[in-house]
């Protein structure tokens, strides 16, 4: 591997996990998130200049703020407007350089809440923050939504452009403000954790840093909302999803299904935290919302010694109320699987059938794959096989295509 791919790697890397406090640092310097991103980037395009020849930095995110700050400075001398800004950001540029890089939580959840502005239609303040916050390239983001690359990608520009336009400033609304950009923010940071616990693409199954990044934006935001039962829920559905970490990945890193995974190596305490926070989501006796009620599934497999031991019975229950409060296509298809579970594969093909028909998920890995799992299950080995290796072709996870191309061999033909 030639010096510059490492590098380009390594800046990769760290942009993953640094990339959204470099922004919320700069946002709250210059006041308005779409110059933040922007001059973020000419940073990280400088890294991949210097790094090369230069080496990368003790402190490659307080280097990438630096640059970018200085590039700021830049901007407001060439436009002849230093003010106070010059004054107060020029005094510590040198400085951060050799500072410690240190993580500031507010600002993150302030970047959030400043994406999430009700200026914006709510699919492009979750589809922007999950590019800004989470990360996330325009691929990764499009097929969370199910849409088109070229579809996100213009949303993504026409928001930051409605922003700009409407000279959102970068802060935290008032509390009485929370209310209309809550149910965005939710749903950015469950997308994030989404992405970092089964990788839409790359040849990992999981982001780590991504899921946990998004576990520690939820416990920020419970601790501003300790009496939002959906906040609660939402907690408790990351603890018990990423009580899983260990055992979702093997020595090598190829995905482990749930029916082989070691329950020994569930972390217990995570489920305990998820099931303290359902149990005090619940007791505001407000009725669960979307994520109380998957929290509750989660729970159920948690719970479970086993597959067997699972109460499929139960799930399919939550499954269907949650289809009536947030319907959605993958809703529909876990809802299969738990049918196939509670009442056999033949009942549980003819609801992914019915599914397939309406094209909702076509281009999709996710029918195939559970077409596939539940053909064999039935016996009907050939169109088993040619599903999975359908799936294969179009997950662009290299790990998750490994795993159905392996369950293809293993049905022999």
Not at 92 to 118: G, K, S, T
Not at 234 to 257: H, I, K, T
Not at 386 to 411: P, Q, S
Request: charged share 25%.
């Amino acid at each position: 591997m030639s010096p510059d791919s490492d590098v380009s790697r390594r800046v990769a890397a760290i942009w993953r996990i640094e990339g959204a406090r470099v922004v919320a640092t700069l946002a709250r310097v210059v006041g308005d998130l779409p110059t933040a991103e922007d001059l973020a980037q000419d940073a990280v395009a400088e890294a991949l200049a210097q790094w090369p020849r230069e080496g990368v930095p003790v402190n490659p995110g307080a280097w990438l703020t630096a640059v970018a700050k200085r590039r700021a400075i830049d901007g407001w001398r060439r436009a002849q407007n230093l003010g106070e800004k010059y004054r107060l950001i020029g005094a510590d540029v040198d400085e951060i350089m050799d500072a410690e890089w240190q993580p500031i939580d507010d600002d993150v959840l302030r970047l959030v809440f400043a994406a999430c502005h009700p200026v914006l239609a709510r699919e492009a303040q979750v589809a922007l923050t999950l590019k800004v916050v989470g990360g996330l390239d325009t691929d990764a983001i499009a097929r969370l939504f199910l849409v088109p690359v070229t579809t996100m990608q213009q949303r993504i520009v026409r928001a930051k452009r409605a922003l700009s336009a409407a000279r959102v400033p970068f802060e935290v609304p008032d509390p009485a403000q929370w209310p209309t950009r809550l149910s965005a923010v939710l749903s950015v940071i469950y997308l994030v954790f989404t992405e970092g616990y089964a990788a839409t693409s790359g040849d990992a199954v999981l982001r780590t840093e991504l899921a946990h990044e998004a576990i520690r934006l939820g416990r920020v935001l419970a601790r501003l909302l300790p009496r939002e039962p959906e906040v609660l829920g939402l907690g408790a559905l990351m603890e018990v999803q990423a009580s899983r970490f260990a055992a979702r990945v093997d020595a090598n890193g190829d995905a482990v299904l749930l029916a082989d995974q070691d329950r020994r190596r569930w972390d217990r305490s995570a489920i305990a935290r998820g099931r303290s926070l359902l149990e005090r989501a619940d007791a505001r006796g407000k009725g669960r919302g979307p994520y109380q009620l998957q929290a509750a599934i989660a729970l159920c497999h948690a719970e479970a010694m086993s597959v067997d031991a699972t109460d499929w019975d139960r799930i399919v229950v939550l499954y269907e109320v949650l289809g009536r409060v947030a319907p959605s296509p993958v809703v529909e298809l876990n809802r299969a699987v738990a049918v196939s579970m509670a009442s056999g594969p033949l009942e549980g093909l003819a609801l992914v059938d019915g599914l397939a028909a309406t094209g909702v998920l076509r281009g999709s890995h996710l029918i195939p794959s559970v077409r596939g799992e539940l053909l064999s299950r039935l016996g009907r080995t050939r169109e088993a096989r040619d599903e999975l290796l359908a799936a294969a072709g179009l997950t662009r996870n290299e790990r998750e295509a490994e795993l159905l191309r392996r369950k293809a061999a293993a049905l022999g033909l």
